[in-house]
């Protein structure tokens, strides 16, 4: 399978606890993008990555949370200190900026309960 | 106001209808818009890109009106398999983000 994987696919902790999650985007894919999406709503951009470079972040992405793609491949998103209000579905997306389209495709997620 | 916005349905269908709905955004310097199909619990799938007028894959058209700013999706001869919530998607380069709308739930009966 050459898409986008996610690990682990869901992450069960307790609040104040730190959880971190990775993400290995379409291995020609340079851009890497975080979403979060809870219930009923559509996916909210949190951050994206050109390379290593994270050249954009969300207001969403407090200081709790921290994200990095150090060699420009996989990525990992990191939440300290975790509050019940971090439930959520946390969903990457690569794309390549050789695609006059655009087009970003998603992995399946992480989802993660805060207790 | 959202920047993207989507009727959340659900929109209860037969099968083999056509079934149509609307996707209204806000930012006119939206570039390009994506529709995603997503299953429940599961990931956005891609379904087509929109940049000009308009799309046609198969059974589904995507057209664009940048005057009134909507998008729209057109589904023909509707399946079981259809039922899925539909996300739609506006891109702009500035930031190189997707801003997404909350999703039209659709339902296809026997």
């Known amino acids: 399978d050459t898409g986008v994987s996610q690990d682990p696919r869901h992450k069960i902790t307790k609040r104040g606890q730190n959880v971190t999650f990775r993400c290995d985007p379409i291995?020609?894919?340079?851009?890497l993008y975080w979403y979060r999406q809870t219930l009923g709503q559509g996916p909210e951009f949190l951050t994206y990555?050109?390379?290593?470079?994270?050249?954009?972040k969300s207001r969403l992405l407090s200081d709790r949370f921290s994200a990095e793609r150090p060699k420009g491949s996989f990525s990992t998103l990191e939440i300290q200190r975790t509050e019940q209000g971090d439930s959520a579905m946390y969903l990457c997306?690569?794309?390549?900026?050789?695609?006059?389209?655009?087009?970003?495709?998603f992995g399946p997620g992480t989802r993660l309960l805060v207790l | 106001r959202k920047e993207v916005e989507q009727d959340p349905g659900p929109f209860n269908v037969p099968e083999g209808a056509t079934v149509a709905f609307n996707c209204t955004y806000s930012?006119?310097?939206?570039?390009?818009f994506f529709w995603y199909r997503q299953d429940c619990r599961k990931e956005p799938k891609l379904l087509m890109s929109?940049?000009?007028s308009g799309n046609e894959d198969g059974r589904f058209t995507a057209q664009l009106n940048r005057a009134s700013q909507y998008i729209s999706l057109l589904i023909r001869d509707s399946k079981l398999s259809d039922s899925a919530t539909y996300l739609c998607?506006?891109?702009?380069?500035?930031?190189?983000?997707?801003?997404f709308g909350g999703g039209t739930r659709v339902l296809v009966k026997p």
């Open positions: 990555f050109q390379n290593e470079a994270q050249l954009e």
């Open positions: 929109v940049y000009s």
């Open positions: 998607a506006s891109f702009r380069a500035a930031g190189n983000k997707l801003t």
């Open positions: 930012n006119s310097a939206s570039q390009s």
């Open positions: 291995s020609e894919h340079n851009r």
């Open positions: 997306a690569s794309s390549s900026d050789r695609d006059a389209q655009e087009t970003q495709y």
